[in-house]
């Protein structure tokens, strides 16, 4: 899909302010206002060498900040034998600092119709002297649409009027760079991108895939594990967007997974060779064609057995009491406030108290032996007994009045939504997550994350979801989806969780899923989560060649424990 824009040209400038941004120089742009978030050296020179193939190519960087990709073509171009490679290279940015850069860093005094002082998305092909570019390489600002300045609203929406190009409103600017940078690109062109996770995760960045899958011969996206910007204060994933053949139109974007940019050359080197289509699954059968942990994450993933969590049911947070520690206590608490059943429910309160791979009354019964805070206090109608107005009377007044959760509810003292899940989920956990069957028919705190299955999955296909959220294979795939935090735990949110792929396989009988199943279970409940990952990996992979089945397991398990020993690492680190 070949993209015009009919924006005004402002060639002929040495340094072009655009309507958008009245007088960029009048005073210092904030990190939060330009987004900058300067790219790694060795990121910047992998994409050049992925996207600059000859020594006479054209290249474009907008939002050129700190000149990291400018040095990095200079260096690709000299590699390839060009005799003036800056001349060679066009940016534009919207910062006065990145042209101090442009001479300190580069050497380059000669920036006229070459280099533009602007908001992106404000210029045209028309502001240069080379009009088309053969690639287009860059880290595009990370501004969020409510951190946008007025006037990158206004570049915003004057571009939305000038292309009539159809984005989500909620789109990040960055966004808005990618989709105006093909407008800049000679057919057959290529980009490259250093873009945050959201490429991969957001709704309003959805038609931007699309819009991207259809204007190329081929669209690579590779999510990094590692945290690129950790410092700069962004914990989010990075993406390394690869584009090429533009004007053709690929069948869809082959997504992979990297730990750090350390294994990035070969993982580019690889889905350039062997393409992988999510739209194009890959049968398991061909797994013994990739032995390294990353093509056999990807081709599982991939594979026609493989299913996202989100497409079997919906994942939720708890219940929100608003006050746990008034709505959720012991035996021995309600005792003391003579508080009996009729004000009183089981609930989940704390995933922990789950031993295996189901809920049921007897693990109730455990909680009441042990003491353990697990009875909901509520009003399930207005009657209520004389013990229970004394206890709710204790709660302050002023504390309940500006409780923004009780003012949301019709009964502040109904902390109960009566929405009772299928199944329960972890929500932040050292270790992987799991889920767990709902068989007491219970409710649970917002501290655990409820599942709601679509009612067409029948009860043999939730339990093997149960199985299979235990392989290596699942638990890498959390690892992928989740987030860190400083404490090194894992947290998924429900958005995260229903990203996460599991494995089902077609050819097992219910018998099979029973005996799994419960095998899982009896390992949980005595404590043994390796027991439990070994029948789970045997379950899913065990059909295949044992020689096969052991490299599989091998290098799956290598990438995860490299995975999580990096995120257990990350408090140290910070």
């Known amino acids: 899909m070949v993209r015009n824009t009919t924006a005004t040209s402002t060639a002929g400038f040495d340094v072009m302010p655009t309507t958008a941004q009245s007088d960029p120089s009048s005073q210092p742009l904030t990190q939060r206002e330009l987004g900058a978030y300067y790219t790694p050296s060795v990121l910047a020179s ?74 992106f998305v404000a210029v045209s092909p028309q502001s240069f002297s080379a009009q088309a570019f053969d690639v287009v390489i860059g880290n595009p600002p990370y501004v969020s649409l409510h951190n946008m300045s007025a006037n990158q609203k206004a570049s915003v929406q004057a571009w939305k009027e000038e292309t009539g190009i159809k984005i989500n409103g909620r789109a990040s600017l960055w966004a808005y760079f990618v989709l105006h940078a093909m407008s800049f690109l000679m057919p057959g062109g290529r980009m490259a991108w250093v873009l945050p996770g959201s490429f991969l995760e957001a709704d309003y960045a959805t038609s931007l895939r699309e819009d991207i899958a259809a204007s190329f011969d081929e669209v690579i996206a590779i999510q990094l594990t590692e945290r690129m910007f950790l410092s700069d204060g962004v914990e989010e994933r990075t993406v390394i967007l690869l584009c090429s053949g533009f004007g053709g139109s690929s069948k869809g974007i082959q997504i992979s997974h990297c730990t750090s940019a350390d294994q990035l050359d070969s993982v580019i080197a690889t889905k350039s060779q062997v393409s992988s289509s999510l739209d194009k699954p890959i049968a398991l059968k061909q797994l013994h064609t990739a032995l390294d942990e990353t093509s056999i994450y990807d081709t599982l993933a991939d594979s026609t057995d493989a299913v996202r969590l989100g497409d079997l049911c919906k994942v939720l947070i708890g219940t929100v009491t608003g006050a746990n520690r008034f709505f959720i206590m012991s035996p021995s608490r309600a005792k003391l406030h003579h508080l009996g059943e009729r004000n009183l429910k089981p609930i989940l309160s704390k995933f922990a108290y789950i031993q295996g791979t189901q809920i049921n009354e007897m693990d109730i019964e455990d909680w009441k032996s042990q003491d353990k805070p697990y009875l909901l206090f509520h009003r399930p109608d207005k009657r209520m007994s004389h013990a229970a107005v004394r206890y709710a009377a204790t709660f302050p007044e002023n504390e309940r009045l500006q409780n923004s959760t009780f003012r949301r509810r019709k009964d502040w003292l109904r902390a109960d939504d009566g929405r009772i899940p299928d199944a329960f989920f972890s929500y932040m956990m050292h270790d992987g997550p799991r889920m767990v069957l709902n068989n007491a028919a219970i409710n649970a705190t917002n501290s655990i994350h409820r599942v709601f299955f679509n009612p067409s999955v029948l009860q043999q296909t939730r339990k093997q979801l149960v199985i299979s959220l235990c392989s290596t294979f699942s638990q890498l795939s959390a690892e992928y989806v989740g987030r860190s935090y400083g404490s090194g735990v894992l947290k998924i949110e429900p958005s995260e969780a229903n990203r996460l792929r599991l494995i089902l396989p077609k050819d097992k009988t219910v018998e099979q899923t029973d005996a799994a199943f419960s095998q899982i279970d009896a390992c949980f409940r005595k404590g043994d989560s390796e027991g439990a990952q070994q029948v789970a990996n045997m379950f899913i992979f065990g059909n295949r060649k044992k020689s096969v089945h052991e490299q599989l397991i091998f290098a799956l398990a290598r990438e995860l424990e490299i995975v999580r020993n990096r995120r257990r690492r990350l408090r140290d680190e910070i």
Do not use: M, T
């Open 46 to 119: 992998l994409l050049a060498k992925w996207a600059i193939r000859s020594r006479n190519e054209h290249v474009l960087e907008p939002g050129f900040g700190g000149c990291g990709f400018l040095q990095a073509a200079v260096d690709r171009l000299s590699e390839l034998g060009s005799p003036s490679p800056k001349n060679q290279l066009y940016g534009c940015d919207i910062d006065p600092q990145a042209f101090a850069y442009l001479f300190e860093k580069l050497g380059i005094l000669s920036i006229e119709r070459r280099y533009v002082l602007s908001d």
